[in-house]
């Protein structure tokens, strides 16, 4: 199987946006500045651009996902583009039809662009090798491999606090090993230059290896979290008190719960942010969440912005095979 | 039918023989080598000149998909695959659907062998029944119906007293038993080695400690009980250390290896291409490193296909979401004789691996050529140089990650019994 990017066309331009594992700064910088040009839509009486009138978008949701689904919904109707939202999870696959079989039959009703979120990692590549040439195909979220739009909005979310990423330091807590999000953010925050990312998570939720992605590893929450520039807090599912991965959510709390105390540690002007939705008491304290230096509601208005951006360039590609992209 | 294969390369590793010299086969037999005596006037002469000769390959686990899986494939068409890839013997492991656990499977199994007519094909019965791990199979009666041992497939027994009585049982009727270690906890939903491909990739990964911990396990069970053990297809360079160390112990073990897991590694599941899903997975490169060099040394005496053919389906999927296993027939001869380019071993001792080395383990008087042995023979070309494509492949599987991989070493001709059942098309 061929190794080259399949996200890219032939001229390096991005006609699916999969994962961020091999794109170049340039590809980053592009969508990032493209959505900053697009953020200022959201405040016009009239939020709309006509980028991709006559368009259609599918929002493909194998796993169910209200925020993700809706604000992909919203940029692309921002655009324009008409939306159609399945959620396939419950339909089609339980009736024993194949994953390409669902593919075709959405594909025969002359889309556009498919927004993919499935449980498994690797579909929504899956789904790019197997689509007409025209198709362009987002990924919403790929079981633990990747959610790039997610990484996205996220460093459009430090850009617009922090003006260079070469020093910043970046503390990402939490349930690395099953988060798509992590590593997304991960291979973005490495590919835009950032001083220093660290990962901090007991043993049992990192990844074999996970340093390899380029990564400090932490254990403790108190040395992970000094200097930190930007601190990440991931979602921690209630389930992981299950299988032997945590004794207890007092106990994960206990040691890796972010408080106003072990913010201190962090730079006087470290931003909290959290891919949401967030547990109260779990993962993150309330009073950290709700105050001055949470930008996670931000991270969710951004979200559309990024997306447009994201669905535009890769939609540009495919309108204008021969012509250079502006 | 009498053959006269004049002028090959002649390599019967069993005997100690490299050599160019003639083969004469009367009566399914090697009837005389170098000359023959003058009344001998054979029926079919093969002009072996530039071709190696060497007994017919022998394969310690290939799923014919018969009976159970025929959309996959069937016993008639993989054995025709054997035939295709040199290999004259193989064996197919309990887990057919009915499992072999009751002689009437067994039975089945080898009539449609038979009338197909292109291979041996050697049965594994159940070490418990249904492969469950609970109650031990009727292993006296398999062994009567001609099963060449008795194992539980890819299913290890969870229950340690279970394993205990079954091997002693086992060991009561002399039956050689092949077990396939992996732990279902550690390796449950895994479909990829933990490492850093897997945590790049975001699949569930299946620790070497899967592999070792029933090692280990069944190791000291087995150092307590006089039964003769066999490990099939080792991933790691842990478990090779392992079972290297009870050899050297005394204890009667011996180990096999896939013939993918000696060329690829995690790197060639690259982005998430589902013809490297196999289980066990395909581990770094330093497992890969391990396992040639117990091949090497002796420590792991047989290289198999561990042969899993699929139709297309079952590889057209999200990744952890498709079938694992490789169709391997036709590649496994090409695998060998690339570990001898890649100067991992000398020719003859990859052919020992293939051959002579596995007829040990299954105890059969097969895999040399010596004169009055059975002519299961196999010939080819080392020079031939080929690529895979899938209209070259004979087996209805066409999943192999080799696909498009040029090899060097190709089969001509294939006799079973002084018969033949391959010639390579001219």
Partial sequence: ?326 | MRIAIRGGRFVDPANGIDAVTDLFIAEQRVAYLSRAPDGFHPDREIDARGLVVCPGLIDLCARLREPGQEHKATIASETRAAAAGGITTLVCPPDTDPVVDETAVVELIRRRAKAAGFARVLIVGALTRGLAGEQLAEMAALKEAGCVGVGNAAKPIINTLVLRRSLEYAATYGLTVFLTPGDPWLSAGGCAHEGRVATRLGLSGVPVAAETTIVARDLALLAEIDVRAHFCHLSSARAVEMIAQAQAQGLPVTADVSAHHLHLTELDLGRFDSLAHVLPPLRSQHDRDGLRAGLASGVIAAICSDHQPHEVDAKEAPFSDTEPGISGLETLLALGLRLVEDGILPLTDAIERLTAGPARILRLETGHLGVGAVADVCLFNPHHVWSLEPHTITSRGHNSPFLGWEFRGRVTHTLLAGRLVYEAPA
């Avoid at chain 1, 959290?274 to 993150?284: D, L, Q, S």
């Fill in chain 1, 1 to 326: 199987m061929s190794l080259t990017n399949i996200q890219l066309d032939n001229h390096g331009r991005l006609r699916h946006f999969l994962t961020i594992e091999g794109l170049q700064r340039q590809h980053l910088v592009e969508i990032l500045d493209t959505a900053e040009s697009l953020s200022g839509v959201a405040e016009r009486r009239v939020k709309k651009l006509p980028t991709l009138r006559g368009k259609t978008v599918v929002n493909m949701f194998f796993e169910s996902s209200t925020r993700t689904r809706t604000t992909f919904e919203l940029a692309a109707k921002r655009l324009s583009a008409d939306v159609l939202n399945l959620s396939i999870s419950t339909s089609s696959t339980v009736k024993g039809e194949t994953l390409l079989d669902t593919l075709r039959n959405i594909e025969a009703m002359q889309c556009d662009m498919f927004v993919v979120r499935h449980a498994q990692s690797g579909t929504a590549e899956f789904i790019a090798r197997h689509v007409k040439p025209h198709i362009a195909v987002l990924n919403a979220g790929d079981g633990r491999h990747a959610h790039p739009t997610q990484a996205m909005l996220d460093v459009f979310t430090i850009r617009r606090h922090k003006l260079d990423f070469a020093n910043l330091r970046v503390a990402i807590v939490g349930d690395i090993l099953h988060s798509r999000v992590a590593r997304s953010q991960i291979h973005a925050l490495n590919i835009l230059g950032a001083g220093e990312v660290r990962v901090v998570a007991p043993k049992t939720l990192l990844p074999a290896c996970v340093e390899t992605l380029g990564v400090q590893v932490f254990h403790d929450l108190q040395p992970g979290l000094r200097d930190a520039d930007v601190i990440i807090m991931l979602r921690l599912q209630r389930e992981r008190m299950q299988g032997a991965l945590l004794p207890s959510a007092q106990e994960y709390y206990q040691q890796y719960g972010l408080t106003e105390e072990r913010l201190a540690l962090a730079n006087p002007d470290a931003i909290i942010m959290h891919p949401g939705p967030i547990n109260r008491g779990m993962e993150i304290d309330s009073a950290v969440a709700d105050g001055p230096r949470s930008v996670i509601l931000e991270q969710v208005t951004n979200g559309i912005a990024v997306r447009m951006a994201i669905m535009s360039i890769t939609l540009g590609t495919h309108t204008h095979p021969f012509r250079e992209d502006t």
